[in-house]
C-alpha cells in the first residue's frame, strides 16, 4: 500500500488554488505516463486518472512513486467502491465519479479521501452533498449549458462547491470559474492524442500551462 501524509484539507487547497484539474482518459500506460509527465513539468500539482485505462491502478501507484510530493494522483471514473478502495490503497488521493455513486462516496469516507461525486440536475448535486461529497462536479457540464448552468444552480446552492467536465475550453475556462465553479476539469485539450502518441511532454506542458494562464485572472478575483 501506497501512503499519503497530505491531508484532506491540503488537497482540496490545492484544488482550489490550481482551478483546473487535469484528467487523463487514454489508451495506454505509455500515453499515460507521457501525460504527467507533461503536467509536472507545467507545475501543477494535480492529475486525474481515469480507471477506463489500461492497467490504471498500477500506472496510479507508479506515479506516486515516481512523482512523490510534486504530484497529487487521483482515481477518476471510480463506479464502485471495490474499485474505490484499490485506487486509494494504490496511492490515489482522491476519488471522482461521473455520476452519484454512494458506495463509493461511503469508501472514500471510510479512508479519509478527498471525493469528487459526479452529478448532473440539482437533485442529484443536492444528494451528493447531503451524502458528504467533498465537491460536486458537474458533468457533462457543456452540454446543459456550460458556465451559466453553473451559475444557475450557485443560486439555490451556494454552499455546495462545483467542478465543471466536459465542455471546457481556453476560451471559456475562466468564465466556469467566474462563474462560481471552484475547478474546471479538461482532458484532451490539454493531453492531446498526437502528442501523446509522440511522446511529446513538452506539447502536453505547453497546453496546461495556456489552461493555466487563461485561468489565473478569474482565480485572483474568486
Same mark, same amino acid.
Given at each position: 500500500?501506497?501512503?499519503?501524509?497530505?491531508?484532506?484539507?491540503?488537497?482540496?487547497?490545492?484544488?482550489?488554488?490550481?482551478?483546473?484539474?487535469?484528467? !487523463?482518459?487514454?489508451? &495506454?500506460?505509455?500515453?499515460?505516463?507521457?501525460? %504527467?509527465?507533461?503536467?509536472? *513539468? $507545467? /507545475?501543477?500539482? =494535480?492529475?486525474?486518472?481515469?480507471?477506463?485505462?489500461?492497467?490504471?491502478?498500477?500506472?496510479?501507484?507508479?506515479?506516486?512513486?515516481?512523482?512523490?510530493?510534486?504530484?497529487?494522483?487521483?482515481?477518476?471514473?471510480?463506479?464502485?467502491?471495490?474499485?474505490?478502495?484499490?485506487?486509494?490503497?494504490?496511492?490515489?488521493?482522491?476519488?471522482?465519479?461521473?455520476?452519484?455513486?454512494?458506495?463509493?462516496?461511503?469508501?472514500?469516507?471510510?479512508?479519509? !479521501?478527498?471525493?469528487? &461525486?459526479?452529478?448532473?440536475?440539482?437533485?442529484? %448535486?443536492?444528494?451528493?452533498? *447531503? $451524502? /458528504?461529497?467533498? =465537491?460536486?462536479?458537474?458533468?457533462?457540464?457543456?452540454?446543459?449549458?456550460?458556465?451559466?448552468?453553473?451559475?444557475?444552480?450557485?443560486?439555490?446552492?451556494?454552499?455546495?462547491?462545483?467542478?465543471?467536465?466536459?465542455?471546457?475550453?481556453?476560451?471559456?475556462?475562466?468564465?466556469?470559474?467566474?462563474?462560481?465553479?471552484?475547478?474546471?476539469?479538461?482532458?484532451?485539450?490539454?493531453?492531446?492524442?498526437?502528442?501523446?502518441?509522440?511522446?511529446?511532454?513538452?506539447?502536453?506542458? &505547453?497546453?496546461?500551462?495556456?489552461?493555466?494562464? %487563461?485561468?489565473?485572472?478569474?482565480?485572483?478575483?474568486?
Amino acid at each position: 500500500m501506497v501512503n499519503s501524509h497530505r491531508s484532506k484539507a491540503d488537497i482540496l487547497g490545492q484544488i482550489r488554488q490550481t482551478g483546473l484539474l487535469p484528467v !487523463v482518459r487514454v489508451t &495506454s500506460r505509455e500515453h499515460a505516463l507521457c501525460a %504527467a509527465e507533461g503536467v509536472v *513539468r $507545467a /507545475g501543477i500539482p =494535480l492529475i486525474e486518472i481515469t480507471l477506463t485505462i489500461p492497467g490504471a491502478i498500477e500506472t496510479i501507484k507508479e506515479l506516486t512513486e515516481r512523482y512523490g510530493s510534486k504530484l497529487i494522483v487521483g482515481a477518476g471514473t471510480v463506479l464502485d467502491a471495490g474499485l474505490c478502495h484499490a485506487a486509494i490503497q494504490n496511492g490515489a488521493e482522491f476519488i471522482v465519479s461521473p455520476s452519484l455513486e454512494l458506495p463509493v462516496l461511503a469508501a472514500a469516507k471510510e479512508h479519509e !479521501v478527498v471525493c469528487i &461525486s459526479g452529478a448532473l440536475t440539482p437533485t442529484e %448535486a443536492m444528494a451528493a452533498w *447531503r $451524502a /458528504g461529497a467533498d =465537491l460536486v462536479k458537474i458533468f457533462p457540464c457543456g452540454s446543459v449549458g456550460g458556465a451559466k448552468y453553473i451559475r444557475a444552480l450557485k443560486g439555490p446552492f451556494p454552499q455546495i462547491d462545483f467542478v465543471a467536465t466536459s465542455g471546457v475550453d481556453i476560451h471559456n475556462a475562466a468564465e466556469f470559474i467566474a462563474s462560481g465553479t471552484i475547478a474546471v476539469g479538461v482532458g484532451e485539450k490539454i493531453f492531446d492524442p498526437i502528442a501523446l502518441q509522440e511522446g511529446d511532454a513538452d506539447r502536453v506542458c &505547453s497546453n496546461a500551462v495556456r489552461f493555466v494562464t %487563461a485561468l489565473q485572472p478569474a482565480l485572483r478575483h474568486g
